[in-house]
């Protein structure tokens, strides 16, 4: 239907209108039939267009003769609806519960499929760190420590660059260039994470050796960075640091960091003009005014994007998958070679899993799914419940 | 039955009629002091620095990099690139805040660090993320020259064979197809769910909406998962781009949803009001007023949703399935798609793989990027803004409609407009009896502007 139409459809319910003023003046003595029938033409005349105006026309045709017959009688204002918008209701709604149908089935499927697993496994799943589902040992304490570990290294490293981006443009930059580098960190977040990975293993992963053996070798008395052999003597040749949690860490915060970037500035460019101006006027300098008005308001984008990227730092997968050496027990050293998370175990693993490991695959993955999940829902909530407010997200 | 409003034959062209809307009010305008005499010094500009702040920063800068190369090259035990970087670094800025307390209080110097801080995140960032997408573009341009790269399969060619054979038009095909079903499914549900969001609303759609952002925290190899053990072993039992494209359209579904959603929340309540109150129904609202005020964020939402979904490697790494040959077949076969292709390659020790793992990634990463420009010259503007021309155009249109509105032709053509009747005019003209009733002779000319 074009547009002409409606206008046309409008202008006859306003001529029909005034016709029928004229006509309810007369018919308020006579009788109702009258009336209805007036009522009938306006539903004839309103019929080609918008089938509601023509609905809404009908009901109210009907009114002038009630009033004549002399019992007041309430009026409903619940309009009929018309044919089309109960399409309409009814193929929205579809739509929205197939959604939750294919959501709800995924958890359901996932929760029943883990089940099996987790009955046999009981808790111990939780603490266990071997992963072998053949002889009914396994856990994911390994995997679950080494996902963590990843995630949190991605948001030291990602955390202070987010941080100081979205502050460069939300208050230093402006103008195009500002526009040019909003694009460009959208732009970074799309970027696929195999790229993201293949740069880490073919250019990170030698480059930044000599920085892991650094702080091994002046900061070995944090037991985190220290790196020792079996028998606790200290490593140094570079093997000894390849393919650590620190690489995957680093290649996942820069991932990570366009999506915290965004959330934050989106928070930090909706603090009121006024308080920043009466910041400015009572003399503060830009970083006085970022440290009193801009980063309290903020608080919550900061925050909730932070979270944000850590949930997507727990469930990156490929980068993580090509940079890592898989090993199934808890390495607290995070420069040395091999660390394990719970996406690269489902993608090791998922091929020449049998019924049952497959099932403990599920578990897995739903544990997962569930810390992202309260992860998200966190950030959220609190993005949300912040005064930079619920518009952002 | 169409109603036209009688215009009178003479009547001059519309924009001519506009300048009676000025014409209204004849209190005298508001006076303008004249610009003359008075004198225009040179402009200003702001935000500039001081040539002494100019040279804090060069000499601070210069100060950390001979510091660095000093430690580096002569004295300490410390080697590595990255680590000069971080030397410099630190060295750059406690000159510069050397420098600049010299001359400021502490406040200011705060404030200047915190600026060189904020500017070299920013810098660190974008120098980062420019150089892994010009890593992969410069490495990958070692196999993009052969033309064959992208017109051949890998169904004849070894690992050892030379980049002039073999090629990813299976994997460039595969794609296509999986990210058209996701599309194709993902579309038409997505929006019609946010519709459903924001339209409807109820109960339902808030519990709707909480699992469509509970979904977006589902790991993407979890939807693969999910897929491998509902779609592949227990109803197909095999791999499929149609598995595959299920997937991508598990963890895209999401996305679209909540970008939309986000997008149809923006469209003005003013607009849906007016139109309801015209009488609309529902559907009509949503169809003539709501749909087309979002139309580019919408394009953008899909648009943004379709690069991620190109880009997801981990859920089709177990629901498609690795071949070397052509598939065009969605639902029996393994049918590759480029991030898996990508996988594929840089996990032989062949150089000649994996400059063809690079080239497939640098094709990537340009279909993304194209993508992505596209969303933005569709969607850079909100819903509601409206371009110059778009705005000169409702412009118009708004005239014509008070025009016909007020039968504005009408009353002139009857000469009661404008109003003759004003103090100022009296006072001005000869009172002559006839003159107020007599039609105005001759519009006001036209503003030139």
Same mark, same amino acid.
């Given at each position: ?35 209805? &029938? ?11 267009? &918008? ?12 009114? =002038? ?36 149908? @294919? ?8 929760? @029943? ?36 570990? @990843? ?18 443009? +939300? ?51 944090? =037991? ?42 989106? &928070? ?119 005064? +930079? ?5 | ?65 001979? /510091? ?6 002569? /004295? ?19 000159? !510069? ?14 404030? %200047? ?85 924001? #339209? ?27 897929? !491998? ?25 999401? /996305?679209? /949803? ?13 607009? %849906? #009001? ?20 979002? %139309? ?53 020790? #062949? ?52 025009? %016909? ?22 006072? #001005? ?21």
């Amino acid at each position: 239907m074009k547009q002409d139409d409606v206008f046309q459809t409008i202008d006859d319910v306003f001529l029909e209108n005034e016709r029928t003023d004229i006509l309810t003046a007369v018919d308020d003595a006579g009788d109702d039939s009258s009336g209805d &029938a007036s009522g009938g033409a306006r539903n004839g005349g309103g019929g080609d267009g &918008a089938p509601g105006a023509g609905g809404a026309g009908g009901s109210n045709g009907g009114t =002038p003769g009630d009033g004549g017959s002399g019992s007041p009688e309430r009026r409903s204002l619940a309009s009929r609806r018309s044919t089309s918008d109960t399409v309409f209701r009814t193929v929205a709604f579809t739509a929205g519960a197939t959604t939750v149908g @294919i959501m709800l089935a995924v958890g359901l499927f996932l929760s @029943i499929r883990a089940g099996s697993a987790l009955e046999v496994a009981g808790i111990g799943f939780l603490f266990t760190q071997e992963w072998s589902p053949e002889t009914k040992q396994f856990g994911i304490a390994a995997v679950l420590f080494g996902t963590v570990t @990843i995630a949190v290294i991605a948001l030291i490293v990602g955390f202070p660059l987010a941080l100081g981006t979205a502050l460069l443009l +939300s208050e230093v930059v402006r103008g195009r260039l500002r526009s040019f580098m909003v694009s460009l960190v959208d732009l970074m977040a799309a970027v696929p994470s195999i790229v993201f990975g293949l740069w880490g293993v073919f250019f990170l992963q030698e480059n930044i050796i000599p920085v892991a053996e650094w702080i091994s070798r002046y900061f070995a008395w944090i =037991p985190f960075f220290a790196v020792t052999g079996e028998d606790g003597s200290t490593l140094t040749e570079a093997s000894a640091f390849t393919s650590s949690a620190f690489i995957a860490g680093i290649v996942v915060g820069l991932m990570v960091v366009p999506t915290q970037a965004s959330v934050m500035r989106e &928070a930090f460019s909706q603090a009121p003009v006024g308080e920043r101006e009466g910041a400015f006027a009572l003399g503060a300098t830009r970083w006085g005014m970022i440290a009193t008005v801009v980063l309290p308001f903020g608080r919550g984008g900061i925050i909730g994007g932070t979270m944000l990227g850590l949930g997507r730092a727990l469930g990156e997968t490929i980068a993580v998958y090509m940079i890592i050496s898989p090993i199934f027990v808890i390495n607290w050293e995070v420069l040395k070679t091999g660390t394990n998370s719970v996406s690269a175990l489902i993608a090791l693993r998922y091929g020449e899993a049998s019924e049952f490991g497959l099932s403990a695959l599920m578990a897995a993955g739903l544990v997962l799914f569930l810390i992202t999940l309260v992860v998200n829902f966190t950030a959220s909530s609190i993005v949300a419940r912040s005064r +930079s407010g619920a518009e952002s997200l | 039955m169409s109603t036209t409003f009688p215009t009178r034959p003479d009547a001059p062209e519309a924009d001519a009629h506009t300048d009676f809307l000025d014409a209204v009010d004849f209190e005298p305008p508001t006076r303008i002091p004249s610009p003359e005499g008075v004198e225009i010094g040179p402009r200003r500009t702001l935000r500039t620095a001081t040539l002494d702040e100019r040279f804090n920063v060069v000499g601070a800068l210069a100060g950390g990099l001979a /510091i660095a190369t000093l430690l580096f090259g002569w /004295i300490g035990p410390l080697s590595g690139i990255v680590g000069w970087f971080v030397v410099a670094f630190l060295a750059f800025v406690g000159l !510069y805040v050397l420098l600049v307390s010299l001359r400021s209080d502490w406040q200011e110097v705060k404030d %200047r660090v915190a600026t060189v801080l904020m500017i070299s995140a920013g810098a660190l960032l974008f120098g980062a993320l420019v150089f892994i997408v010009v890593y992969t573009l410069v490495r990958g341009s070692e196999a993009l020259p052969f033309l064959n790269f992208f017109t051949q399969t890998m169904e004849l060619t070894g690992p050892l064979d030379p980049l002039s054979s073999g090629g990813i038009l299976h994997a460039i095909v595969g794609t296509l197809i999986q990210i058209s079903i996701a599309l194709a499914i993902t579309v038409p549900l997505g929006i019609t769910t946010a519709v459903f969001l924001n #339209e409807i609303g109820g109960r339902f759609a808030r519990f709707v909406r909480t699992i469509a952002d509970a979904m977006t925290a589902l790991p993407s190899i979890v939807a693969g998962l999910f897929v !491998y053990a509902a779609i592949i072993q227990l109803v197909t039992h095999q791999r499929s781009g149609f598995a595959a494209a299920m997937a991508i359209t598990v963890m895209m579904l999401p /996305i679209v /949803i909540r970008a939309s959603d986000v997008v149809l929340r923006l469209v003005p309540g003013n607009l %849906r #009001e007016a139109s309801y109150a015209l009488g609309t129904s529902r559907w009509r609202t949503v169809w003539h007023v709501v749909l087309p005020t979002a %139309r580019s964020g919408l394009v953008t939402a899909v648009i943004l949703g379709t690069a991620r979904g190109i880009g997801e490697t981990s859920p089709v790494l177990l629901t498609s399935g690795i071949t070397a040959v052509m598939n065009v077949n969605p639902f029996s076969g393994p049918m590759i798609s480029l991030p898996l292709q990508v996988f594929d390659f840089v996990r032989s020790p #062949e150089p000649n793989m994996i400059a063809r793992g690079f080239g497939t990634a640098a094709v990537l990463i340009l279909l993304v990027l194209g993508l992505f420009i596209i969303a933005r010259m569709i969607g850079g503007k909100g819903p509601g803004q409206l371009s110059d021309r778009q705005r000169r155009a409702a412009k118009l249109d708004s005239i014509r409609d008070l025009q %016909r509105i007020t039968m504005l032709d009408d009353r002139i053509a009857r000469g009661e407009y404008p109003p003759r009747v004003l103090p100022t005019v009296q006072t #001005e003209a000869a009172p002559s009896p006839a003159a107020p009733s007599a039609p105005p002779t001759a519009p006001p000319t036209a503003d030139p502007s």
